[in-house]
C-alpha cells in the first residue's frame, strides 16, 4: 500500500477513535443518570433510556469501525456497509441532540435536568437516610442540579461533535474505496518493481525518454543509401561495404552484423 492509502485508512481509524471517545462521554453520562435514578426509586424518562442505547451502540460501533478499518479498509462491500451504519448514527447522535436539548438552556435559577426540575443550588445527596446499601439507604450521590444540568450540556455538545464526525467518516469512504480499486487495477510488474500500484514514480523521479530516433540519410533507394563517408548503408545504419554488413555502435566502432539476410 503506498502511503496515500495509508494516510486515509489512518485517518479514518483517527475519526472513529474519536466517535467511540464522543458516543463514550454521552454513554458514561446518561449511564449515571440512569443508576441515580434506579438507586434513588425515581421514575425514569423513556427518552433517557433512549439515549443510553443509542450512545452505546455508537461506542461499540466507531470501536469496532476502528478496528475493522485497519484490516478490511476499502474492500466495496465492507465499505458500503460502513457508509449505510454512518447514515444511522448520524440520524442517531441527530436525534440524542434533539431529546437532550434541555442543555442547552443556562444552568442557573430554575433548571430542568434528567434528575429533575427545581434551584440549580438544590442538591439531594445519598437522601435522607445517607449512603448505604439495602432499606432506604443510597449508594449513588445526586449533586447539585446545576452540575447535573452542565453534565447535560456536555452530552448536548458532544452529540453535536459527534453528527460532524459521523458526516467525515462517511465522506473518507469513498476516497478510500476508489484508492483500493486503482491498487488492485494494477497487478505487479517491473514498473513498480514486483509490488502491488500504480507505479507512478515521485515527480523528481520522472524524466523524459531519451530521444533514440535517427534520422536517415537522404539519398536511400530500396532501403540503401551513401552516409557521409561516402559508404554505402542500409536503412538501419549498417555499411555494405567489404565482406559483410557492418552497424555503428555508440562510440563510433564498427561491428559485424552476423544475422543480417538482405
Excluded at 442538591?123 to 447535573?148: A, C
Excluded at 533514440?212 to 561516402?230: F, K
Amino acid at each position: 500500500m503506498r502511503l496515500g492509502g495509508v494516510f486515509l485508512r489512518f485517518s479514518v481509524v483517527g475519526v472513529r477513535i474519536l466517535q467511540c471517545l464522543a458516543s463514550a462521554v454521552i454513554l458514561g453520562t446518561f449511564s449515571y443518570f440512569l443508576a441515580v435514578l434506579s438507586d434513588h426509586k425515581m421514575s425514569t424518562a423513556r427518552w433517557i433510556r433512549a439515549v443510553e442505547g443509542l450512545s452505546g451502540a455508537a461506542t461499540l460501533y466507531a470501536l469496532l469501525g476502528s478496528i475493522f478499518t485497519i484490516c478490511l479498509g476499502g474492500i466495496m462491500f465492507f465499505g458500503f456497509v460502513a457508509m449505510v451504519l454512518d447514515v444511522c448514527f448520524i440520524a442517531s447522535m441527530i436525534a440524542i441532540a434533539i431529546m437532550a436539548r434541555d442543555g442547552a438552556r443556562r444552568c442557573w435559577g430554575s433548571v430542568t435536568t434528567p434528575l429533575g426540575t427545581g434551584q440549580a443550588s438544590t442538591v439531594v445527596g445519598y437522601g435522607r437516610n445517607g449512603f448505604g446499601i439495602g432499606g432506604d439507604r443510597n449508594f449513588t450521590y445526586i449533586p447539585s442540579l446545576g452540575f447535573v444540568c452542565r453534565l447535560q450540556k456536555a452530552a448536548f455538545a458532544v452529540s453535536i461533535i459527534a453528527i460532524f464526525l459521523f458526516v467525515i467518516s462517511l465522506a473518507l469512504h469513498v476516497p478510500l474505496f476508489r484508492h483500493n480499486q486503482r491498487e488492485k487495477r494494477y497487478g505487479p510488474s517491473p514498473v513498480n518493481n514486483y509490488t502491488s500500484g500504480s507505479g507512478r514514480r515521485p515527480f523528481w523521479r520522472r524524466r523524459a525518454n531519451a530521444d533514440t530516433t535517427r534520422d536517415i540519410p537522404l539519398g536511400y533507394s530500396n532501403g540503401q543509401g551513401v552516409d557521409a563517408g561516402g559508404e554505402k548503408v542500409d536503412a538501419r545504419g549498417a555499411a555494405t561495404s567489404g565482406n559483410g554488413y557492418y552497424g555503428n555502435s555508440t562510440q563510433g566502432d564498427r561491428y559485424p552484423l552476423t544475422n543480417y539476410t538482405g
